[in-house]
């Protein structure tokens, strides 16, 4: 198995918490096709180009994120913001920024359909997929064992050995 290494990383205000960005992006994915996404970049005058997966263990593709906001509307623990809420810059210039998590997170909040759902709090998820289930784009994928993956970009990764009887005392 091949180390993937992420292509950049986003930041929380909280210093302890980021998550990393994978991958150089699909240009067929959801949002190139999506009328109202596409409307919504001209409309900014910005270009529209692969962004990549943001996060690990809660992966947004935000190359097929259509800004339905579904996702929102299900998370328990409000996972999600609408990035451009907090910062309104281009998709592209968030790589390396730091967020304090402050964006809206109501499905119908986002700012216009070139926002895109930002899993800010990745570290609170719990694992109840119902994003993924929900998501009309099958742009979430929910991976606790990816944990591994974000762990070992981050230089933090330990690997746990068992001692052989996991009963035994000393």
């Not at 930041?11 to 919504?40: L, M, Q, R, T, Y």
């Not at 998709?91 to 402050?102: L, M, R, S």
């Not at 289930?133 to 762990?151: D, F, K, N, V």
Request: glycine share 10%; charged share 25%.
């Amino acid at each position: 198995c091949v180390d993937q290494k992420p292509v950049g990383k986003t930041s929380h205000g909280n210093g302890e918490n980021f998550h990393w960005i994978w991958g150089k992006g699909n240009p067929n994915g959801a949002a190139f096709s999506n009328d109202d996404v596409k409307a919504a970049y001209e409309a900014r005058g910005e270009e529209q180009v692969p962004l990549g997966i943001h996060g690990t263990t809660v992966a947004v593709d935000w190359d097929s994120c259509i800004a339905a906001g579904s996702c929102m509307s299900v998370c328990p623990v409000q996972t999600f913001q609408w990035y451009r809420t907090e910062q309104d810059i281009p998709a592209k210039d968030v790589v390396g920024k730091v967020f304090e998590g402050t964006g809206k997170t109501e499905q119908d909040e986002r700012l216009d359909y070139t926002d895109k759902s930002q899993p800010i709090r990745e570290h609170d998820c719990t694992v109840c997929m119902a994003c993924q289930e929900i998501c009309p784009t099958g742009s979430i994928r929910i991976e606790p064992a990816m944990l591994e993956w974000h762990e070992k970009a981050a230089g933090t990764y330990v690997k746990m050995t068992g001692g052989g009887n996991p009963h035994a005392h000393d």
